[in-house]
């Protein structure tokens, strides 16, 4: 009993650390007007079997996204999304001989994986709170309730339940990690 004191934080916060890092992304592919278009996030080209593109993508802190999507004959296309909406128009493009911007930007929106709202830091905080009850339920009882009473034990029923509750805190904590 007394290693799986020591090792179950261990492993909890093996899992929470594991689950917090971040990835490149990877790249994806789509079907678009008869045509197979494979977007790789991790260089900012789009190939659809004819031709290349690059693009970028920058987001500024209000949460605004602007695409710039340079052709292969040198024109672009310039998108911007706001929460409100979106704006934006090509310069130089034949639409006629390239996919259009929209279609290309819609193959961008649609690949991008889905953000993160978790909070690591929360669910550190939480993995070491369901720690702490489970391997020292007997100081979560004094720190709670023991400190009002002279000689108070804890119930072994009292015990479980906050070790029970330590697991729950711990496996809050990894969700809280991993979305």
Do not use: Q
């Amino acid at each position: 009993m007394k290693h799986f004191r020591i090792l179950l934080p261990l492993l909890v916060l093996a899992m929470a650390l594991s689950g917090c890092g971040s990835k490149s992304p990877e790249p994806y592919t789509f079907n678009v007007n008869d045509r197979t278009i494979h977007i790789y996030p991790e260089s900012g080209t789009i190939v659809d079997g004819l031709d290349v593109y690059t693009y970028t993508r920058t987001e500024n802190a209000n949460g605004d996204i602007h695409y710039k999507i340079i052709y292969p004959n040198g024109g672009h296309f310039n998108w911007y999304k706001t929460k409100s909406g979106g704006y934006g128009g090509a310069d130089g493009v034949n639409e006629n001989l390239y996919l259009s911007g929209n279609t290309l930007v819609w193959a961008l929106e649609a690949g991008e994986p889905e953000k993160k709202v978790g909070s690591p830091i929360l669910g550190l905080i939480l993995m070491a709170l369901g720690a702490w009850h489970i391997i020292s339920p007997e100081s979560v009882f004094y720190l709670s309730r023991g400190w009002m009473f002279r000689s108070a034990e804890p119930s072994d029923f009292y015990l479980t339940m906050v070790r029970v509750s330590g697991g729950a805190f711990a496996v809050l904590g990894l969700v809280a990690c991993l979305i």
